[in-house]
């Protein structure tokens, strides 16, 4: 692709952003962009990739020097001529060979001049690495331990690329060696025992060890989460919000494949997406059951020795990955959350045997979606009570600059260099 179509593509993904309609992560729009452009070369992907996340990370500061001039277009052009010093003619020659018409042209058009002017205006106040969130957030990092600019600045890098063993029937050490002999540049997690973090991105289902189930893709956070769980051979679990399955699929590792572990959640085409990931990994334990089945669940009250709910929540410790996030979320939409996050803490609750583990956990950093929910929960239901996060794991727990709090542990990408998780672990009275 010549550059003025690459701009003209990003421009274009752009507009799927900002489109007030649009309920669909830039991950997914991404992915289905370039799916639909089977003609893109993986140079071109990249490229694509890189310049739309990085826009959408500082989108803010482009936001805050373009003010009224917010578009799409202009802000493909002023990510341009930051990085390139407003150097707008190299992209004439995309054109000089091509018999179409300019207007039918497939490329972003060069800029006018009152478009110059409004993006040189927008240059001169717009610094690189500018860390600008909505005002409404603000309220809700004031609790976060440290230096408020160290966390922001963290949360504003490039996310790593993180994956895991299958601990049963793989071997992080086997894995590592395969990366090196394939002259692929990785390290093992410094907290999760399964993770490795590879320095660049890559196509992983290419290779064998993805195929036959042995790798899956997912932030060393998340791996503390099912780690954490404690689960053991032979146990019922139960993961209330399984999603597409990636804590299931540790869980199930954990367990060696015995013992009964229930998935659910409460989109059904996201439960559907984790039965595939199961077959590919040999996992032989895990149920997917749907939620409408009423007389099934009522069967289930008090049984199940542990159940992990992964609540629906802000992801505001995710921005590495999801910087959309940061433009789509909205006052309202955390209204609604932490209402849900308390309607699934009092359902789910129903499920867990007298003496069983109870474990909350969120992709946010914000207290009011995980200290305080938590410290709510308690005072309504006074047979629960904290347990501590990694009890059963101590060489991890020992690692962790920041520990665990009356309400449970909160990770960071600062502090711990994983996405931003929560995890609270609570104990049933017998």
């Not at 063993?165 to 060696?177: I, K, M």
């Not at 099912?226 to 590792?253: I, W």
């Not at 996201?270 to 069967?299: I, P, S």
């Amino acid at each position: 692709m010549k550059q003025s179509a690459r701009l003209r593509s990003i421009e274009e993904l752009l507009t799927y952003i900002l489109d007030a309609e649009n309920k669909a992560p830039a991950d997914n729009i991404f992915v289905n962009y370039c799916r639909e452009r089977r003609f893109m070369g993986s140079h071109d992907r990249k490229y694509l990739g890189d310049s739309f996340f990085e826009i959408l990370r500082f989108y803010h500061g482009y936001a805050n020097a373009l003010k009224g001039a917010l578009t799409p277009r202009l802000l493909t052009l002023t990510y341009w001529g930051f990085k390139n010093g407003l150097h707008f003619d190299v992209m004439k020659d995309d054109f000089a060979n091509d018999p179409r018409p300019y207007s039918q042209r497939y490329g972003i058009k060069l800029p006018n001049e009152h478009e110059k002017t409004i993006i040189e205006k927008a240059l001169s106040v717009f610094a690189e690495n500018q860390i600008i969130i909505p005002k409404w957030f603000a309220p809700y990092f004031q609790d976060l331990p440290g230096n408020l600019d160290d966390h922001l600045k963290a949360l504003h890098e490039q996310a790593p690329f993180d994956i895991r063993v299958n601990p049963f029937n793989g071997n992080r050490e086997e894995v590592l060696d395969t990366f090196k002999r394939n002259g692929i540049a990785a390290e093992a997690t410094d907290l999760s025992p399964f993770g490795m973090r590879l320095k660049n991105r890559i196509p992983l289902q290419e290779m064998s060890i993805w195929k036959k189930g042995i790798i899956e893709v997912q932030d060393e956070g998340a791996q503390l989460v099912s780690l954490f769980a404690n689960v053991k051979p032979g146990e019922n679990v139960l993961d209330y919000c399984a999603g597409a399955g990636g804590k299931t699929l540790l869980m199930s590792a954990m367990m060696q494949n015995k013992g009964r572990l229930v998935a659910t959640d409460l989109l059904p085409w996201r439960l559907k997406q984790g039965v595939k990931r199961y077959r590919r990994a040999g996992v032989h334990n895990v149920q997917a059951k749907e939620l409408d089945d009423k007389k099934w669940w009522k069967r289930h009250h008090n049984y199940f020795d542990c159940v992990l709910i992964d609540v629906p929540c802000s992801g505001s410790g995710t921005w590495r990955r999801n910087p959309d996030l940061k433009i789509t979320f909205k006052p309202k939409d955390l209204k609604e959350l932490l209402v849900k996050q308390q309607d699934i803490l009092e359902t789910a609750k129903k499920y867990i045997r007298p003496g069983g583990l109870f474990v909350y956990a969120t992709c946010s950093i914000w207290r009011a979606e995980n200290h305080d929910q938590i410290r709510k929960f308690l005072d309504n239901n006074p047979e629960f009570s904290i347990e501590p996060v990694g009890e059963k794991h101590p060489e991890v727990i020992e690692k962790l600059k920041q520990k665990q709090d009356a309400e449970g542990l909160q990770l960071t990408p600062l502090d711990h260099k994983t996405d931003g998780f929560f995890i609270s672990v609570m104990r049933k009275e017998l």
